[in-house]
């Protein structure tokens, strides 16, 4: 077509795909990966206070059971893949959309924690359980189905739909940056289950579910980061666990890295929980089995952070020359009882905050939890104490609140000068000697 008619044509043309969506025209997202003014994080329970709190980075939980329509329902919304409509809840996406936009447009960055939580419909058992999973299982989390056809199908066709509804370049629906796979798979028996299993044929399954991901994030997003979820055991396995219920952290890491490697690799990162290594004891400062080299240490705690980022600098786990990244996902403080409990908490995220500060491979800083709960097997990690008699209803702000909200202001120092002879030192470059 040539003449004066060509540009009204294609205005028109250039209209309609833009009405259709970025992904109409072939083309993931480009937008740069954002840079934070700090790493400060929470897993977020009150969307107004955690923005109140002045957070860069939110953790929010996403449960595949509440989100998959098995029936068709011609209400919700949906995905049509190779010939096939897979619907979706419209209730939890618009939940999910409203907490994620909200975050979003205050420029948080946004990560998702997939998990797979075991469901009373036999529907949703049938595609969304993996076919290795033990009902008799703790926490009733399953790893993700990417085995049966069925189950496979489903998994890309949600992640998919996801991926383009939170990577729009218009910001509808709300941004996502993160997308954290399972929950502490080294732990899988209780937090991401496929029955007994070895290391090696756990990395297998979670490598496949992983890559998928990562496959149907990159279509919609040229920068979106697809993570790996570990607890902190790392040359020891957990030892509330039995034989293929738990393995140690580093091995794991490795057999992922080559199983990756194998089938092409491609930029993973890393989610890392560097809990102290006595949940009970929030002072992360003398953890016994925290010791500086990698290769023998039996933890990583918040104590030899340093030791993570050494590993992951070895050739052999990086990807094109560069080192994976690496978000603190999930780790908190216990509240111990005694007159000095809350003090002492308050003190252990001001130790962790300047250990994470040094880290130059670490982006975030994510604590959890927003309130204490009451079913978490007495642990009391919250900014706030919860009423009594409920699961997680605020009742006051501890100590940790405040000075979680000052980390990253110029308060930061009076702030936290409470904490130094906490720790029995004079000043945050001793912190090594902390006793």
């Not at 860069?56 to 509440?66: E, M, P, Y």
């Not at 252990?348 to 975030?364: K, L, M, P």
């Amino acid at each position: 077509m040539s003449g004066p008619n060509r540009w009204p044509v294609m205005l028109i043309l250039i209209t309609a795909l833009c009405g259709l969506g970025w992904n109409a025209l072939g083309a993931a997202n480009p937008e740069s990966y954002p840079q934070p003014a700090s790493k400060k994080g929470l897993q977020v329970q009150m969307v107004d206070d955690a923005i109140a709190l002045g957070i860069r980075h939110a953790a929010l939980n996403f449960n595949w059971a509440q989100l998959v329509d098995p029936r068709g329902d011609t209400n919700n919304p949906g995905l049509t893949r190779q010939g096939q409509t897979y619907r979706f809840q419209r209730g939890y996406v618009a939940a999910m959309d409203h907490q994620i936009r909200t975050l979003s447009e205050r420029g948080i960055v946004v990560s998702l924690i997939l998990l797979n939580y075991e469901s009373a419909d036999p529907d949703l058992r049938r595609i969304l359980l993996h076919p290795g999973y033990s009902t008799n299982c703790p926490n009733h989390l399953s790893a993700f189905n990417t085995v049966t056809p069925e189950g496979r199908a489903w998994y890309e066709a949600s992640i998919e739909f996801l991926a383009e509804r939170w990577n729009r370049p218009d910001g509808r629906h709300g941004r996502v940056w993160n997308w954290i796979v399972g929950n502490e798979v080294n732990s899988h028996w209780f937090w991401s289950n496929l029955g007994l299993s070895s290391s090696d044929a756990f990395a297998i399954d979670y490598e496949r579910t992983v890559r998928l991901t990562h496959q149907a994030v990159r279509k919609h997003s040229k920068n979106g980061r697809v993570f790996l979820s570990l607890e902190h055991h790392w040359n020891i396995a957990y030892p509330g666990g039995k034989q293929g219920q738990v393995f140690p952290g580093r091995p794991f890491l490795e057999a992922f890295a080559q199983k990756a490697r194998s089938g092409g690799d491609y930029d993973w990162h890393l989610a890392y929980h560097p809990y102290p290594e006595d949940l009970f004891n929030p002072r992360s400062w003398r953890d016994s089995s925290a010791q500086p080299d990698w290769k023998t240490t039996p933890r990583i705690t918040f104590r030899n952070l340093p030791a993570l980022g050494a590993f992951l600098s070895q050739p052999a786990l990086q990807f094109q020359g560069r080192n994976r990244r690496v978000i603190l996902s999930e780790q908190g403080f216990h509240t111990p009882d005694g007159p000095d409990g809350e003090t002492v908490q308050a003190a252990a995220y001001c130790y962790a905050w300047h250990q994470v500060a040094a880290e130059t491979g670490i982006d975030a800083f994510i604590l959890h939890r927003h309130v204490d709960h009451a079913q978490e097997g007495g642990l009391r990690l919250g900014l706030w104490t919860h009423t009594p008699g409920s699961v997680a209803t605020p009742e006051r702000r501890k100590p940790i609140y405040e000075v979680f909200r000052r980390a990253d202001t110029p308060e930061r120092d009076a702030a936290f000068a409470f904490a130094l002879p906490v720790l029995g030192i004079s000043s945050w470059e001793e912190r090594a000697r902390a006793r």
